[in-house]
């Protein structure tokens, strides 16, 4: 099978989607299908939908594919050029998360209605949770699949005996891990972690995409006088990153809103109860004080309260950590991910 994949930029596994895009690639590649990479200029949102009168992206999307795959948050590039293209071929969305659902405002509709307009030129799409696909379903009724990213990112995970060890440890450690952004919630989490009681220490991993943003966390951290309790590392390397998390006793990503949350279940492996929130796909691996804790976007008593039982009381830290790694245990692999797709797109073309 030829397979077109259009996405913005290249396909480096850079974040969540990206990596779920080129997971998906690779797991086709090793199926025997061809994957050809449609690379969508990066710019900003309005510069993106003059994209859709571009004659060279044209030419690019009438390849002789057998189906092209579509990364949805490159809908503005592609919703009139969707229209424009003559194809024999099916086009089928990936959508990690609508854009629509992580805005408010006026932008809120103007992002719903662009997003509807895009979708209504799909003739399927694949979803990587149930909160996204319901998302899909208020929008337009073309049919898809929910395929699950994978959490099987790193080579080895603690034992259960190396977990309840690490829950006697002291101090308690949080780690939070993803990119500075408003969307991640990581001012809230700070705000939550001021109200703690116990004795704890923040760890951020993660680069400062919105350069304001990140600063006024920072200030944040100094103004509440945590300085020496919170510590930014940047993006760390993968061993590097699973030391972090092998250290670690809870992930706390309290984000506005996340299609499904791969770091959750990356965390779990190591047997780390995520601190999510109710707003996306979270809830679909998070299940609220079984395997960690879902609170409501900004929720800062909510976030103190989850982090106080797990600092104060290690035996419940033990049993929300061990089921964790049994969800974890029981989650498809990326390889799964890609399998079930490909057999979802068997019965596209």
């Known amino acids: 099978m030829h397979v077109g994949l259009a996405v913005y930029g290249d396909l480096e596994p850079r974040s969540g989607g990206y990596l779920y895009d080129w997971r998906l690639a690779?797991?086709?590649?090793?199926?025997?299908?061809?994957?050809?990479?449609?690379?969508?200029?990066?710019?900003?949102?309005?510069?993106?939908?003059?994209?859709?009168?571009?004659?060279?992206?044209?030419?690019?999307?009438?390849?002789?594919?057998?189906?092209?795959?579509?990364?949805?948050?490159c809908h503005p590039s592609l919703v009139g050029l969707n229209r424009r293209i003559d194809r024999e071929y099916p086009i089928v969305s990936i959508v990690h998360h609508l854009r629509a659902n992580e805005t408010t405002g006026p932008k809120r509709h103007l992002f719903?209605?662009?997003?509807?307009?895009?979708?209504?030129?799909?003739d399927a799409v694949v979803c990587n949770s149930r909160p996204t696909r319901a998302a899909v379903a208020e929008l337009t009724d073309v049919p898809g699949v929910i395929a699950w990213p994978g959490g099987d990112r790193f080579g080895s995970y603690p034992s259960d005996d190396a977990i309840v060890e690490r829950a006697r440890e002291e101090p308690f450690e949080v780690v939070f891990v993803g990119n500075q952004i408003p969307r991640k919630g990581l001012d809230s989490l700070v705000r939550g972690l001021s109200r703690v009681e116990e004795e704890w220490h923040l760890t951020v991993v993660g680069g400062a995409a919105d350069p304001e943003y990140s600063e006024g966390v920072r200030a944040l951290v100094r103004e509440n006088g945590l300085a020496d309790r919170v510590e930014f590392t940047g993006r760390l390397e993968e061993e590097a990153l699973a030391d972090r998390l092998a250290s670690a006793h809870l992930l706390a990503v309290p984000s506005i809103h996340e299609g499904f949350g791969i770091v959750y279940l990356e965390g779990m492996a190591f047997g780390l109860p995520a601190l999510a929130t109710t707003s996306g796909g979270a809830s679909d691996v998070v299940t609220d004080g079984e395997t960690g804790y879902l609170v409501e976007p900004g929720d800062e008593a909510a976030i103190a309260r989850a982090v106080e039982e797990c600092a104060s009381d290690r035996d419940r830290l033990v049993e929300l950590s061990l089921a964790a790694r049994r969800r974890f245990e029981r989650h498809p692999t990326w390889d799964g991910m890609a399998g079930r797709i490909r057999s979802f797109l068997e019965t596209r073309v």
């Open 26 to 73: 690779e797991g086709l590649r090793a199926r025997g299908d061809r994957v050809d990479v449609v690379s969508l200029p990066e710019t900003s949102y309005p510069r993106s939908l003059g994209h859709n009168l571009s004659g060279r992206l044209k030419r690019e999307l009438e390849r002789p594919f057998d189906v092209l795959l579509q990364d949805e948050l």
């Open 112 to 122: 719903r209605a662009i997003e509807r307009a895009y979708l209504s030129t799909v």
